[in-house]
Structure formats: C-alpha cells, structure tokens
C-alpha cells in the first residue's frame, strides 16, 4: 500500500498547520480606533476572502461588525500593497499571492452605533476595552489554524489579555497563543490607566478581576464574589479544563438613552459584565445584591463547561458570517443556569429550599406568563426560533431556558430518585464534560439521554421526551 503511505507521509508534512501572526495595536490615547494585521506567512495559492464576524458565539443575533472595518489593504511578498475591494456579506477579496493584511477598526463608532453594551467595544478617556470577535477577522478556510497575538497600546498603559495574563500588569507587549481562530476572537482586551486589574484567587486556576467604572464600585467586594462564584463552579464540575478565567466588568455612563446595558456574556476563559454606572457593588449594597451578583457570576462562569466544553450541535465549530440555528438554547442555557444553582446550593443554609427558591424565582413564572403561540411550540422549535432573537425579542430567550432549566430540575430529581441518591445531574454533566473532551464534538439531542444513562445508570429518555413537547 505505497500510496496510502506516501499520502500519510505527505499529510503529517504539512502539519502542525502554520501559525496565523495577529497584531492588535492600540498607538495613542485618545486615538478613535486601533490598528490590526493578519499575516499568515506562505502567499496564498489562490484567491480567498477577509471574513468578520457577524455572529457572535452564544450571542443568538448577528452585530454587523464589518461596518466599523477601514483602510484595509492587503500586502504581497515584495511589500507592494493594495486596498481590497468587498464582497457581499461582510467579507473583502484577498488576490491570490497575498501574506498579510491590515485595517483599522472605529472603536468609537462601533460603540456609539451597537446599542447592546455587551455586544461592543470601547475606547474611553484613559481606558480600552475589546471583544476580540468585534476586530478579528479571519482568512476564509484558515478558522482552524493556531493564532498567536499580540498586543501593544500607548507608551505606559497597562495591558490586560484575557488570553495570557500577565501579573503583574504589563506595561509592554502582551503575546498569546490560540488553538485556532475561535479561541482568540472569544477573548478580551482591556488596557490603560484606568483600568482595575487584579489577581482575585490561585486556586482551582488563577482568576483576574478587570474592572473599569464611571460610578462607584467596591471591586474588592466584586472580587470576593467573583472567586467564591469561581470556586463553587469548579467544584461542582469538578475539573477546570482552562488554565485561567477572568471576570470583567465594565460599569459605563450610558451614551444614549437608547444604550441598553445590563446584559452578560460568557467566553471560554472570561466573561464580560458591561453595566450601567449606577448599578456596582458598593459598600451601601445589601445582602440580597450579593446574592444576585454571586448568582449571575455563577450563571456565566458555568458556562465556561455548558455549553463552552460540553455541548449541541451549531456551538462548535462556529459560523461566523450568520447567526447558527441551533437545536438545543434549552441545554446550553438552562442546563448551564441549572448547573450554576446546584453549584450555589451547598454553600447556603438550606440547599432544598435555594433550589425551590430558585426554580420558582428564575424560571417557573416565565413559563407560567409566555405568550400561548410560543408555548405552543416544541422546545426545539422555540430553540431554533431563539436562535436569531434570544435578546431582541427576550421572551424567546426567557422561554428556552426556563424550559430547559425546569428539564434540568426534573432529569436530575428522576437520577436521584432511580439511584436512591447515589447520582445526581452532577454526574452527567461531569461525563458530558469529559466525553466531549475525548470526542471534541457536538452531541445530539437523540444522544443525550443514552450519555446520561451511560453517566448515571438511570434512564432519563421519557422526561427529556417530555419537556421536548409543546406545553400544554
Ligand atoms: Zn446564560
């Protein structure tokens, strides 16, 4: 079998893929926007497209980033340079024999035209703060090649990747390496001398608190939430298959009224919390505005497992250019609410009762008041419906993963039930967890019930059949 043989010799040749050289360079406070480059090295054998991302991982909508995108000019092996021309979509032509690009993102207009705080990046006086996929576009067919970035601001800013922290701080160029393009475009940058960058805990892996705020905040007691949230999530995965997280929380005086602030978002190492400046954490706060902190910390630290590393079909890998319909918002959200409750629930007085309390507080009383047409629909039709307007129209979103948070509730009473208390969910979602590490894909929703018997013994098929039907 000569020619299978030269084939293996040929395809271990060419790998490790080459590496794609990011440059993210922010030059002078003050500046409106920041510079990138994309090299990827050998000149490229044919035409292909510079693709930004419209779809935002777990964001459920699409942001048109393209528009903030300009001067872009792609470079040749002899240094001649020419600036390229669009394609439909938020896409622009690459020549066959090109090495690298560059173009300049409006940070300024990106956050003044995208009213969803969350779903933007901001420069302000003495402070930058990025979403990776709102500036990194990728080559087309290149989205699974590693990364490295670097990044630089102005002479003396502090700077802050959620990537590869640095501590302490950095005040020169930080570099990263990524696995592939996902891995950089789900990451942060935050730099300047405004910003609070703190090392919160060591252990289970190291956390980071970046902060930034135009009101009072007590980012002590944020950070004292932040690892107390952290902690009680990793012991109830039980693994942390990330070697850092951050918490970043950005608390903002609203550019318009028609600015919407308040929504969170989770990535694989970090999440993003960008807030009115009235809302922080102060020394004024009650105990009831620890537990909601503590909780929506919870709520999107549990992400980083479900759905980040254990997840349905569409989440990975990624389309960038459209929004995926997905199948299965019911378990990515409230599975992962779900998990995020249960984590809480034994560092409280009475965990049966935080359990109910929760159930009846976050997700009973939005199936009880949805509109009867969405009730209507099966979860994987709401699913699939949630999938462009989760935020945009929240009683989508609302719907999904209070249905999905009530399945989680019922599967995990059966489990206990069944196994007279010897499995819980707990033990699902560890198996899940670790067989999508193995299997490094997506499972199915017909899967789902066979990798919770394989996990717990206990067959859980006819309550997921369920909670899969229209409500009555
Ligand atoms: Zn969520």
């Known amino acids: 079998m000569l020619v299978a043989a030269t084939l293996v010799a040929a395809v271990t040749a060419q790998s490790p893929q080459a590496e794609i050289a990011y440059r993210f360079h922010y030059a002078n406070a003050g500046d409106t926007s920041v510079a990138i480059e994309i090299a990827w090295g050998s000149p490229l054998a044919e035409p292909r497209s510079l693709v930004m991302p419209r779809a935002i991982p777990m964001g459920y909508g699409e942001q048109r980033y393209d528009a903030f995108v300009t001067e872009v000019r792609a470079f040749a092996t002899d240094g001649r340079s020419t600036s390229l021309e669009r394609e439909e979509g938020p896409r622009w032509k690459l020549s066959a024999g090109s090495t690298r690009v560059t173009y300049r993102v409006d940070l300024q207009r990106m956050e003044r035209e995208v009213r969803a705080a969350s779903d933007a990046s901001r420069i302000r006086d003495g402070y930058l703060g990025v979403l990776g996929y709102s500036v990194f576009a990728f080559v087309d067919g290149y989205e699974t090649r590693p990364a490295r970035l670097r990044v630089q601001g102005p002479a003396g800013w502090p700077v802050f990747s959620t990537l590869a922290p640095s501590w302490p701080v950095t005040t020169t160029a930080v570099e990263a390496r990524l696995a592939d393009f996902y891995e950089l475009a789900d990451g942060q940058v935050v730099m300047g001398p405004r910003a609070t960058i703190r090392r919160v805990a060591d252990r289970p892996a190291p956390l980071y608190l970046a902060g930034y705020a135009e009101g009072p905040v007590d980012f002590d007691r944020v950070g004292r939430l932040a690892v107390s949230a952290f902690q009680r999530v990793a012991d109830y995965f039980g693994t942390v298959p990330f070697a850092h997280y951050t918490v970043h929380q950005e608390l903002l005086t609203a550019l318009s009224p028609q600015h919407e602030y308040g929504m969170s978002m989770?990535?694989?190492?970090?999440?993003?919390?960008?807030?009115?400046?009235?809302?922080?954490?102060?020394?004024?706060?009650?105990?009831?505005?620890?537990?909601?902190?503590?909780?929506?910390?919870?709520?999107?630290?549990?992400?980083?497992?479900?759905?980040?590393?254990?997840?349905?079909?569409?989440?990975?890998?990624?389309?960038?250019?459209?929004?995926?319909?997905?199948?299965?918002?019911?378990?990515?959200?409230?599975?992962?609410?779900?998990?995020?409750?249960?984590?809480?629930?034994?560092?409280?007085?009475?965990?049966?009762?935080?359990?109910?309390?929760?159930?009846?507080?976050?997700?009973?009383?939005?199936?009880?008041?949805?509109?009867?047409?969405?009730?209507?629909?099966?979860?994987?039709?709401?699913?699939?419906?949630?999938?462009?307007?989760?935020?945009?129209?929240?009683?989508?979103?609302?719907?999904?993963?209070?249905?999905?948070?009530?399945?989680?509730?019922?599967?995990?009473?059966?489990?206990?039930?069944?196994?007279?208390?010897?499995?819980?969910?707990?033990?699902?979602?560890?198996?899940?967890?670790?067989?999508?590490?193995?299997?490094?894909?997506?499972?199915?929703?017909?899967?789902?019930?066979?990798?919770?018997?394989?996990?717990?013994?206990?067959?859980?098929?006819?309550?997921?059949?369920?909670?899969?039907?229209?409500?009555?």
């Open 266 to 472: 989770e990535h694989l190492g970090s999440s993003t919390y960008y807030l009115a400046a009235t809302t922080g954490l102060t020394a004024t706060s009650t105990a009831d505005d620890d537990t909601r902190v503590l909780y929506n910390f919870a709520h999107h630290i549990s992400h980083a497992w479900v759905p980040k590393r254990a997840y349905g079909h569409g989440y990975f890998p990624f389309q960038w250019e459209l929004a995926p319909v997905l199948d299965s918002i019911w378990f990515a959200e409230g599975f992962g609410q779900y998990a995020a409750i249960m984590a809480l629930a034994p560092g409280t007085p009475d965990p049966v009762a935080f359990r109910e309390g929760m159930l009846n507080r976050r997700f009973r009383p939005n199936v009880a008041n949805a509109p009867p047409f969405l009730k209507r629909l099966t979860l994987v039709d709401l699913s699939r419906i949630a999938s462009t307007r989760y935020a945009e129209d929240f009683r989508t979103g609302r719907l999904v993963f209070s249905r999905g948070g009530l399945m989680a509730a019922a599967i995990d009473d059966r489990i206990r039930a069944e196994s007279q208390g010897a499995k819980s969910l707990q033990d699902a979602f560890r198996f899940l967890v670790a067989w999508s590490a193995r299997e490094r894909r997506a499972f199915s929703n017909d899967e789902l019930p066979g990798l919770i018997q394989q996990a717990t013994g206990v067959d859980t098929a006819a309550v997921i059949a369920e909670w899969l039907q229209p409500l009555r």
